[in-house]
């Protein structure tokens, strides 16, 4: 599994969508400083699960977000992808069919992260199981930033162990042991809470006894209470029955007297409405009057109105006859002021026109001198056009032949001190060159032009068959180191595999091998190693012969078991199964097999005929509630097996653990099968193509022998022809000198009459610049004359409008006057004829109130009378509800109330039997609480204490199972640590010298306890004593880091490295040995690293740079080994 790419969108500084691709090993990002190179890795490092953001150089989560620049605007969220090349099936479980995986995670500034593996949305625990065991994580060694380095090697002992645990692959351990933990942890507690209930229940048990007893009295006067109160209820319906009776005669007398009022009502409401009908006459006569009188009064304001109005309009007539002719003298006086300007600008061109015609015709005589010495600078011009291109053609020759001349020697040179020499040779070539003409040199350069394109078109076809043999070789490179990448992981995936199944077969423990050497057996006779199980089903067939996984067969148990005894030493528990035996079978269940959903376990199982007696009456079925429905049908010894281990008998079911450590031993061994014939033919692929690797180095030596030749030939001639070319230029320097000279002399001229112009052409410009200033002010003057004019003639005629209508205004005063004399006499007659009619009026309804008054009299008679009669319908109400109340209780105990009525003694009253009900209800609650279902309680109560004791015996067994998974585990755990921990030892010690070139460094163990002890390292330069890591400088520190990651890489290689500037605290030495070794390790781990060193850039098969060229945003550029150490030092 490699990094294939990166897909980074509002991340940081990388607001745009980016894609970053990796298309080799050897990945170089270069770029000067807070470009935003290191937050390529911080993306590596979020989206790989990290959570703190001080660990992103944050301060909160949403830094990772960018947060805008001066020329863009804050995002609202980031997304960060990763895509891996899982072509060689690295991950394992669900993915391993995956060529490629897409690991996603996006944040937003309103909520929290969102992560995503192949598009699907998971958990950030799904991200992190993918990386468990691989080296990757969001804090693994291989992600080195800057300052991680010395983070590294200045940690603590317990820090650095954390480093080992990751390469040694037991963090999965850790995690698994921390699981076990918490659930003894649960366990205990539920153990100490069922302790506790237990115990609570014996108490209640207790209190419930005592309890029932007082329930059985509270019954018996439950009984006696019941039976008083249906002898009240009884007396108090026959009461009820009288009081109705009574209350009937009261409510038929009450009817009769209703009548009477309601009678004199009738008669009182039609005397009311004849009156309204008066009032009704009155009121229209009235209201004729009324508008009338109203309307009078409205004419006369009208009228009043107008007359003030006219009066107004007459006044403003005055008014405006007064300003307008105010305006007619103002206008005359500013008309004369104004022929007065106009007079006195025509005097004042005459006087400056003649002097602007004189100066325009000096300006158009220099105009025509310096077009005549321009046209003489054009001919030079066409002269030096014409010198230049046949000069040129020489130039740009020698040019060319320098280009070729500087690209061969970048080819075939390596050093300066070569360049020098050939330069030498050239100068000294230059000097015995006689040429005379110039076409004695053309005719040498097309010569030397025939031999240079032979030589080129030569060595072009030698490049092309070259560079086919190198990418042929390259191709064949790579994929014999993916190959051998390959192979080497699948041994490694073979032994651990290995491991756990000898582990989880008992293998690793010395008995059981020891045992097997006294029966004169290897492990190849165990049950596991000879089971073969139809793919899907090795749960199932697991669940059910787990007990015998680690059984041997063998061919007489007797006398196996006899020789076994007769030998010295303990006994290892060893189960042993007959391959001889011929006894009988349980015979097939034919009910079962009838069935289309069931089959017997030896359908899909291959196994020795005499395990046939273990598996005999085990059924196979796809679920669990498929077998709940057959278990009827299954008979003693017979059991069902579902698909994911279940077993279901008659009467238990047992559930299949697969997080048990031994558990899919069966699989595991299928695997290890399929691992051991794919090695055998990866092995056979590797020895082929490294054939194929020789041949082609070969055939790549002898073209690079034949091109070397044709390359020195090539330089000779190029050489010869770029110093003719010079020569040739050298004839053309004299004609060149007269040409400029010459132009010289005409530039003076120019000169000289340009200046003249000029001068001229401004004069003439500020005379016509005012002469249009006072033509300007005399037309504006002319204009103003001729609006005064025109204004004057509106107003005089505005004027006379005015004098027309003052004379035809004081008509219409005198006859609005006269009217609104006969207006007032109007409404004098009016307002006698309405006071009549009020009074009129007002009688009416006086004796119409009088009326109202008696029919509230009557109505408050009816409603008295009324009230009773409601009254006496709720009281006769009341009585039968409360009768029939009385009646249904007693019909609910079973009792009609008038037998029990008939039944009541004569001289039986109300209060004696209220008073043997108190009696009995007292002696109820001295009773005091009743708990009525105490019995009940109590049975329930002894049931339940029953089965937690039961619940409480299987959380002891479970928390002995655990505490044993949890020493295996610590047992695994010391085993892989100290095997891992010398093999990093040993690389260290290999790999120090060869960073430092000399000296030595180990590590060592704090403690002896392999579980928490830390790890320390110890180093020891050339020259220098042993001593800690503290005490070296700091180049010495990072180059001791490297050493031991790269010692951790070949161990349990991770599939990619990231370094942050690793180069820097190192000098150039150092800094090649260290690009030495990153080379040497890229053929089985790919490197991704940031730098500024060139040498460091030089070793990259890929360079990647990054710019800000926007200030704040990130950009992805391609560059070269020299764009790149341009950059860096920038």
Known sequence: MRLKAIKLAGFKSFVDPTHVPFPSNLSAIVGPNGCGKSNIIDAVRWVMGESSARHLRGESMADVIFNGSTARKPVGQASIELIFDNTEGKLLGEYAP??????????TRDSGSDYYLNGSKCRRRDITDIFLGTGLGPRSYAIIEQGMISQLIESKPEELRIYIEEAAGISKYRERRKETESRIHRTQDNLARLADIIEELDRQLAHLQKQAKTAEKYKALTRQAREKKAQLSAFK?????????ISNSQMRDAEVELEKHLSERIKNENRIDQIKLDYIGRSGEYETAQASYYETGAAISRLEQSI????????????????????INEIKKEFDTGKKQVSMFDEELEEIEPAFEEALFTAEESADQLVEVEDALHRWQRNWDDFNQRASDAKNKADLEQSRMQQLQNQLFDSEKRKQKLQTERQAIERQLDLTSLEHLAEQVVHIDQQVLSLSEEKAAGEEKKNIIQATIARLHRSLDENRSQLQLMRGKLGSLQALQEAALGLENDGMRSELDRLGLDDSALLARQVSVTEGWEIAVEAVLSPYMTSALVDSMANLVENSAQKEGTIYRLSLIDLGWTGQTLPPNQDLLALENVKPLTDILSVPESVNAIIAGVYLVDSVKVASNLVVLLKPGELLVCKNGTLIGSNWVRFFDDTHPDAGALARQKEIESLQSAIAGQKKKCDTQDDQVKKQVKELALFDATDKTISLQLSESIQTKQQLLADSASHYADERDVLLGRRDAIRSRFDELRQLARHQRDSAHQLQLRVQAVRSKRESAQANCQRLQTQLTQVTEKLKELELMDEHSSTPIDTMRMDLAALLDKKVSDESVLSQTRLAREALDSALRQAEQERLTIEQKVQDVRGVIQNLRLEMQSFEIRKNGFRDELAESGVEVEFLS????????????EAEIEKVNFRIQRLGAINLAAIEEYEAHSERKAYLNEQANDLLEALEMLENAIRKIDRETRAKFKETYDTVNNGLQNLFP?????????LALTSDDLLETGVAIMARPPGKKNSTIHLLSGGEKALTAIALVFSIFQLNPAPFCMLDEVDAPLDDANVRRYANLVREMSAQVQFIYITH???????????????????????????????????AIA
């Open 1093 to 1127: 060193n060139k040498i460091s850039m030089e070793m990259a098969d890929q360079l990647m740079g990054i710019t800000m060229q926007e200030p704040g945003v990130s950009r992805l550029v391609s560059v070269d080994v020299e764009a790149a150490a341009a950059m």
């Open 98 to 107: 995956f060529n490629e995986i897409s690991i996603k995670r996006r944040v």
């Open 994 to 1002: 060869k960073v430092f070139g000399g000296g030595s460094a180990y």
């Open 237 to 245: 319906w026959v009461n009820l029955v009288q009081k109705l009776e």
């Open 308 to 327: 003030r109005h006219q009066q107004e309009k007459m006044a403003s007539i005055a008014r405006d006859k007064q300003e307008n002719a105010r305006l």
């Open 902 to 913: 008939g039944t009541l003694p004569e001289d039986i009253s109300q209060a004696a039997l």
